[in-house]
């Protein structure tokens, strides 16, 4: 399968605009089912204000929130297909680009040391795009998460001491949930990154929180890990919007990765509730679009 960029540079714009405008439908049941478990009245509230916000936004065409965002792009390319990996980035950026401009909404991104915005959502390496492979043949995916400062500011790297093994990383992990407190607008999905290298436990940490609600890290391990730390961050009293409850976090998600003998790095990364995504995947059929 050869890819069209044409169709990519479309999908790119598309993807943005359809990412900040619809919730996908696992964030949406992660709401029911806090809310169906939530103890304390006051949070169930803030839960029900949150949910209708939401239909609200979806229903009258406006964006879920304010904030557009980081546009991050991960695309993972199947068996077979040809595609132009430079023209891929470029086709990329210039719908990033053009979704900001053609539907006018807020372009988040400026230069780090100026603060200039050039009201496109791109700059220096960003869009951020990451690249993976599948063993899927003729299939490209792309898909999009604007991921905003309220949850990307509470983000930490801890190189662990290995002798303290798990129980520094239940630790570091509980400590970061209470120092974001409100700040990260929650319910949230935690995501954790163990093991690697300090650059690479972070990006797991960015994959974790990232994932689909239901979703299960594929080590054991790890796997066993999130439900002990999903168990630990709702029993913190943190609550929806910092305000208190049962309700602090939608899940906590864990990756991980072979480290070296005298490292233990543990990194955490947060979404908000307004955790957004959109998908895009090209067949030799066209394109189909989704969460």
Not at 22 to 28: S, W
Not at 119 to 138: A, L
């Amino acid at each position: 399968m050869k890819v069209d960029l044409q169709q990519v540079e479309e999908a790119a714009k598309e993807l943005y605009i359809r990412a900040l405008k619809l919730l996908p439908p696992d964030i949406k049941q992660g709401f029911e089912a806090l809310a169906a478990r939530e103890s304390d009245a006051g949070a169930k509230r803030v839960l029900g204000t949150m949910m209708k916000n939401i239909s609200v936004a979806e229903d009258t065409h406006n964006l879920l929130c304010q904030d557009t965002g980081i546009p991050i792009y991960n695309v993972r390319i199947g068996r077979g297909v040809e595609v132009d990996g430079v023209g891929l980035k470029q086709a990329i950026r210039r719908g990033c680009a053009r979704s900001t401009r053609e539907y006018s909404f807020r372009s988040s991104i400026v230069h780090p040391t100026t603060r200039v915005n050039e009201q496109t959502s791109t700059g220096r390496g960003v869009p951020i795009v990451n690249f993976d492979f599948m063993d899927e043949d003729n299939l490209l995916e792309i898909e999009m998460i604007p991921k905003g400062s309220g949850s990307e500011n509470n983000s930490w790297l801890k190189m662990a001491v290995p002798a303290e093994g798990v129980d520094a990383i239940r630790t570091f992990v509980v400590d970061c949930v209470l120092e974001a407190g409100g700040k990260t607008c929650p319910p949230t999905v935690v995501g954790v990154g163990v093991g690697g290298t300090a650059d690479l436990c972070v990006h797991l940490a960015k994959r974790a929180a990232t994932r689909a609600l239901g979703s299960r890290c594929e080590d054991p391990e790890g796997a066993r890990l999130e439900q002990a730390l999903t168990h630990a961050v709702n029993m913190l009293g943190v609550g929806p919007q910092g305000l208190g409850g049962d309700s602090t976090a939608f899940a906590v998600h864990v990756e991980t990765a072979a480290t070296h003998i005298t490292m233990n790095p543990v990194a955490v990364n947060m979404q908000c509730h307004s955790a957004r995504r959109a998908r895009a995947i090209f067949r030799p059929g066209g394109v189909e679009y989704g969460f």
